[in-house]
């Protein structure tokens, strides 16, 4: 991320920062406007119809409405169908719920703490986190309505209307993204990679050309920085696309955005580009040209070798150099996606619901402890003070901040209380002061629902940082004004929310930051270790002669190394609203994690294509002496990735040589010999791919042994 966006102390004026921050964080980018507008129908649409037809929990209609639309009809079908499936399931289990605890406040009592437990173990093993969340959501909204005092057939009749709320808003914003898709859509991820690198294209070749950067390009550079890349990983996670596509594409992303953000780091630098460096910039800029066309192409561009022995003489211009290699050499590979791993339909028969250790890691177990302890606190206060209208906010809101680390937690606890203050206080409460009076028609209502939903669509489609607090604005402001099917004029609404998130997050604060925290940081590192040492069990794939055993092994592997990946960049951020004597060390680990993370996905990416060669896949065969010499060469640098990870975890000292010479012996006169056989095409791939790999590894391995930090 840019230095602008990251290092917020740095300046002097918080409230200059925090305005240029919205600034970069509201301005439009490519497929906004459209996404914001689809969302906005479809949540408008959603509460016209539940008004019209007097569908109780409107707020649920129009909520899942805002959050189902994705960048694609599919996705978006997918996502009602699990959101959809989620609520379904919560309600079944409700009922039987409340025909179990029928008349026995202690049962129910007990059936209460068993289904929190359920739920923020659910989230915490659950794969697809939003359904686990809205199986969570709908949950805690009928907790409260089992304790009341209403009949149980009004009871049973409650919670059913939840899940038609729901449907109501997921079948709306099905046929909403249907309508829109009848259009056309552009391709929202190889658009996206296309503007961040044009982006960088220009900025490099003001600087070799000599030009003094303009204020547009300026801006541009520090926008799509700003924007990161969490959109876009978002897209290739939710596409239906084979495994090593996925991986492809998220390599692709990554290094797309460590190039973006040097490069909104080398426009603030200050540092002007000496004129002995202009022709490698120049290089750099007929590179990245020539890899936008092939991506835009699917083609493989032209071979990029670093040309200078000596290194640049601005600080970054080598950091950029690297980057911009790491871009080549991901976007070269691409031609062969579909060479290795299972078809579409059998990749998708691989995809499991929990997580691999769901049963074994008791991690999960601690979380859903101390998850379930901070609602059940939540369940006797409102409770004791009989202050239903604190419920259903207060225990939803332990839900939606859940999270693994303290730092993450606190983010989404601030990003909730801020947005169901500015949705609820101010545009909830403030429309009831002085909108509603002057208010008599639906049509009226319609246009001021619109506007509030496009503020929070907005929010919604801004960066990972803020993205939650979009939600969460809609969120305060429908359950004021969907909850009667007539103008709310009672203030209380809102105060009961803002009171409710406020219980949350005090006993969130008590058991996740006091009962087993774990915080962002120490869980980062742990992270960075985990994806190293799995990449060293990958390079040493197959170690068994055993191939179905072997491949399987190595799909897991590649699995859980995928998982890490995502992890880690998500506890890099939660590290930021983490405070405390480490939290400088941290920020600066955090830095040097964000900087190798697109180098070990290349690197990962370069791994998976390897190993075709280890298992002989028909097209990449070796003789068998380039065979027995690559087996040396993946037990060679699956020590150096083992060392690594030495080095962070401090089992091996912090200085001294990397064990080097992982080339060593291989047998160049057999390729020689070789140039008229069969093999000679795979061979020169292989050759190429190898010396990758090592200088790859060698790279990252000196960086991790200088680095001070570790």
Partial sequence: MAALAQNPSHSQNWLAWFQEFLKHELSPYDGRAELVTRMVV????????CMTFKIPNAFYAGIYALTMSRESFQATARSAASLGSAAILSTAWVIVGAMATLDSPMLRFLWVVGTLFLAFYAVSVIKNYPAAVAFGFATTFSIPVLGSSIPVEARIESSLWVVGAILTGGVITLLTEAAFALRGRADILTEGIDHRLAAVEELLSCYADGREVSAATRSEIELVATVGTSRLRRVVQRASYTRERKERLGALVAVTGMLVDLGANLAD?????????????????????????????????????????EPPHHPLLGQIEKAVLLLHQVVAGNQSLTAFGPGPSEDRERVTLLAADAFSNTDHVKFAIRGCLAACLCYMA???????????????????????????????????FAGVFVGGVLLGMGSQLFILPSINSIGAFTVLYAAVTFIAAWFATASARISFLGIQIAYGFYVIHLQTFKFDTSLAN????????????????????????APAGVA???????????????AREPASEDTAAAVGRIFALRERINDQLDNGRSLADGVLFEFGPSRQHDLALRQCVRAWQPQLRTLFLMR???????LQIPGFELPEAMLQWQKGFDERSAEILDDMADRIEGKAAKVGPIRGGSLDGMPESA????????????????????????????????????????
């Fill in 524 to 538: 980062m590192k742990k992270a960075l270790i985990s994806i190293i040492r799995l990449l060293a069990q990958l």
């Fill in 494 to 517: 809102a105060r009961d929310r803002i009171v409710g998130v406020l219980l949350a997050l005090a006993m969130m604060w008590l058991t996740f930051d006091l009962l087993w925290s």
């Fill in 671 to 710: 390729s020689a010999q070789l140039t008229h056989q069969p093999f000679a095409a795979q061979i020169n791939s292989f050759v190429t791919l190898v010396r990758g790999i090592d200088g790859l590894t060698s790279s990252v391995a000196a960086e991790i042994a200088s680095d001070s930090v570790l």
């Fill in 269 to 309: 630098f200050g540092i002007p580009v000496a004129a002995v460096d202009r022709p490698r910039v120049r290089a750099l800029v007929e590179q990245v040209a020539a890899n936008r066309n092939a991506i835009a192409n699917q083609s493989i561009p032209h071979t990029f070798q670093l040309q200078w022995d």
């Fill in 608 to 614: 998976v294509s390897s190993l075709k060669y280890r």
């Fill in 382 to 416: 409102y409770n004791a003070l009989f202050w239903p209208g604190i419920a259903v906010t207060s225990m939803a809101t332990c839900i939606l901040t859940a999270l693994s680390t303290v730092g993450a937690s606190h983010q989404k606890q601030f990003l909730r």
């Fill in 42 to 49: 479809a949540s408008t649409l959603a509460m016209i119809v």
